[in-house]
């Protein structure tokens, strides 16, 4: 396959070495020092964008991929207020868009453990919920996009939480997320439910980066030939 990569930073380092090992082949680089190359021939002739960029720039790159009819695999967090305008790019003028906080098979995994989790703890208010996110200083969003889905994900389980908001300054009514940028870190989630009695937790320990490439390289080959708005858990039928 022919990709294109937006942003070549060091998500954008790794998924070029990810796609090598895969065989297939980057035809465009495209990062802050070369804007014009989204009309050269080598980006023209990728069949998936895939794009790790920044929040600000990252809606203008995706419109930029679908006017040169061009699929986008993304990872950019940061820009979902127009995450609407995007699906109604794809479901009305017949682009493709593949969209995660994390593209992590073990991030995916944990998401749908983080739910069921929910779920349950709903049934028993003497637990209270909290999460702590420790990312890379380089990390630009707080929270990440992941801690963000995460939290969303138990706001539509527990009736007592009704939003999300950053530690310390929270209400009993709000999910507590307290944030740390730390040297290298690639990403480690943990959501806590404390009761007088125990505290049950669950935790996702990001080793490196290439968990999260193989997952954004995953999501290029499942959307050729498909058009649409698509997910990870399209992509592993969760």
Request: glycine letters at 8%; hydrophobic letters at 40%.
């Amino acid at each position: 396959m022919k990709i294109a990569l937006i942003g070549y930073g060091k998500m954008g380092r790794e998924i070029e070495k990810t796609a090598t090992e895969r065989k297939h082949k980057i035809v465009s680089i495209i990062d802050v020092s070369n804007p014009e190359d989204f009309d050269s021939p080598q980006f023209l002739s990728a069949e998936t964008a895939i794009e790790f960029s920044q929040p600000a720039s990252a809606f203008d790159n995706y419109r930029k991929c679908f006017e040169r009819n061009i699929p986008v695999v993304t990872g950019t967090t940061g820009w979902l207020s127009r995450l609407d305008e995007v699906k109604e790019i794809c479901k009305n003028g017949g682009k493709t868009f593949f969209y995660a906080s994390n593209f992590s098979i073990g991030v995916t995994i944990f998401f749908a453990v983080n739910r069921y989790l929910a779920r349950i703890m709903n049934g028993f208010p003497a637990y209270d919920v909290r999460m702590e996110e420790i990312h890379h200083i380089q990390k630009m969003d707080s929270p990440s996009g992941t801690g963000i889905t995460l939290a969303e994900d138990i706001l539509e389980n527990i009736d007592r939480k009704t939003q999300w908001k950053k530690a310390p300054e929270t209400l009993p009514c709000d999910l507590p997320i307290l944030s740390k940028r730390e040297g290298e870190v690639p990403g480690i989630h943990e959501i806590f439910y404390e009761s007088e009695a125990d505290v049950i937790s669950i935790k996702h320990d990001a080793k490196s980066r290439k968990g999260f490439a193989l997952g954004a390289i995953l999501a290029a080959e499942f959307i050729k030939g498909k058009k649409g708005f698509f997910t990870m858990n399209d992509m592993l039928n969760f």
